[in-house]
């Protein structure tokens, strides 16, 4: 049982070093701003969430509550196209700061009443 145990923890610290070592040499990153001519997001894993487009052309924001098997907030930017792109939600930027630039940079822009409110 003890070289079993052994073999796993060293499996283990053999994987953590490889992820280690991957995220050194490949330090992708979560990055979104806004100019008066570019709202920019991108997300290092999931290409859904990257999108590049200038505030003009953003209709509104929507918060939305869906539900499944368990319930889901997301939120929805829809450009003047009815294009829709879905806006990360998992890293640590502030929706207030977020919206205020969008309302700066294009005062026609519908925002949700409540920032931290979804609705379905």
Not at 107 to 116: A, K, M, V
Request: net charge positive.
């Amino acid at each position: 049982m003890y070289l079993i145990t052994k073999h796993v923890l060293a499996a283990i610290a053999v994987i953590l070093l490889g992820l280690f070592v991957w995220l050194m040499v490949s330090p992708a990153k979560f990055e979104i701003y806004v100019t008066d001519s570019e709202f920019y997001c991108h997300h290092p894993l999931y290409s859904e969430w990257c999108f590049r487009v200038h505030p003009r052309e953003i209709n509104r924001i929507e918060h939305n509550l869906g539900y499944g098997h368990e319930p889901n907030a997301t939120i929805v930017m829809v450009l003047n196209n009815n294009q829709r792109y879905q806006v990360c939600m998992t890293y640590g930027y502030s929706r207030k700061r977020l919206y205020e630039a969008l309302k700066s940079a294009n005062p026609h822009i519908r925002l949700p009443e409540n920032i931290n409110r979804f609705s379905h």
